[in-house]
Structures are given as structure tokens and as C-alpha cells.
């Protein structure tokens, strides 16, 4: 069987709207004839490229894809995780990754690996690496709304946003907050503090 009819097998297979990365087949043959055979099967119409290294079945009712859902199947592809940023600490994020972009055609998520970016739909999407710290905040919940008063700063210019994400957490009951302490950065740390003062204790922040 040739490489490419055993692609067009082994992709028939998978779940209706499924997206799938040249990494996922990387294990059935050697990557030159795997360029080759996704490249043929572009150009057959029988998959559709969404962005560099990122494929699904071409079907006629086939929905849009959000550019948020091919960022994190790309970076779970290369064991990386994909974390929400705050609008307000989208842009500028790097001028090297951002040149060229205008600030209506840029999608900025967070990641764990390192900093890239990629172009789908006529947008650039930046994955923009976050410090250690910020990941083990983990994706949901508490951790992220803490995520997205650290991303959005200690400055004056976002005062405004840091009170509403502040007050969007102090919506969650944080019971548990105590449990993320050694993640934040002191300046976080003393602003919150004033805030749920009988769950912070200082004497348990490194």
C-alpha cells in the first residue's frame, strides 16, 4: 500500500470534524513522504490545510474552526498547553512576533512552551510563552482568574481591568485561594491581600 492511500485510510477513520497535525502521523512513515502524500491530498481536495501542519477531512458541511481551537491543537501536538490571555494584555506582546500585524488581525493565547506564532484565516496567532509560575496556575477557575490579574500588571493604565477581573474572582468564593499563593508575585500578593485577608496568610507566601 502506498503512503498516501494508507493516509487516506488511516484519516477515513477518524472522528467526523477531527483536526490532526502532521506530528500525529509522524509514526507511520518517514516525514519526507509524509509532506509528499498531505501535500498530494491537499491538492486532491479530499483534506483541507488550515494552517501550516494542521489538517482535517474536506467535507462540504465542514463548520469555520475558531482560531483559538487550531492554536491548542497545535500546541498539544507539541505537548504544550494553551492558556487564555486577557484581551487588554494582547498586543503588544513582542514586537519581533507581532511586526508586520495589526492589532484587529492578531489572536494572542498563552502557552507553556516556547513563543511562536502562525497565520490562519488571515490572522496571526501569537502563542506567547508564560513564565513557569503562571502555567502551574493551571486552566480553569481560580487559578486563571489569578493568571489574568498577573498577565494584566500592577500599572495605573489597566487599574480599571485589574478592579474587574478582581471582582470577577472575588465572584468564584475562593475558598481555596491559599493553595495558588506560592505561585504569585508579591505585589499580587499584597493587593489581594487586602482582599481576603482571612485566606491569605502572609506567613504562607514564599
Request: glycine share 8%; hydrophobic share 40%.
Amino acid at each position: 500500500m502506498s503512503v498516501k492511500a494508507m493516509l487516506r485510510e488511516y484519516i477515513s477513520d477518524l472522528p467526523g470534524d477531527h483536526l490532526f497535525c502532521t506530528r500525529d502521523l509522524l509514526g507511520l512513515c518517514s516525514r519526507q513522504s509524509l509532506d509528499v502524500a498531505l501535500s498530494s491530498l491537499v491538492k486532491e481536495e479530499f483534506i483541507e490545510r488550515l494552517a501550516q501542519g494542521v489538517f482535517r477531512l474536506k467535507k462540504a458541511e465542514n463548520a469555520p474552526v475558531s482560531p483559538l481551537v487550531v492554536a491548542a491543537v497545535k500546541l498539544k501536538a507539541f505537548g504544550k498547553s494553551m492558556f487564555d490571555l486577557p484581551e487588554e494584555r494582547c498586543s503588544p506582546v513582542s514586537k519581533r512576533l507581532l511586526s508586520g500585524a495589526t492589532e484587529s488581525s492578531i489572536v494572542t493565547v498563552g502557552t507553556d512552551g516556547r513563543s511562536s506564532s502562525f497565520r490562519y484565516q488571515g490572522k496571526k496567532i501569537v502563542c506567547l510563552s508564560l513564565g513557569p509560575r503562571k502555567c502551574r496556575l493551571g486552566h480553569g477557575g481560580i487559578g486563571a482568574a489569578l493568571r489574568q490579574l498577573w498577565l494584566l500588571g500592577n500599572s495605573e493604565q489597566l487599574s480599571e481591568h485589574f478592579q474587574t477581573a478582581l471582582e470577577n474572582l472575588q465572584l468564584l468564593t475562593p475558598g481555596n485561594i491559599s493553595t495558588f499563593f506560592r505561585f504569585l508575585p508579591d505585589w499580587l500578593f499584597r493587593r489581594l491581600s487586602s482582599v481576603f485577608h482571612q485566606e491569605l496568610q502572609p506567613s504562607m507566601h514564599n
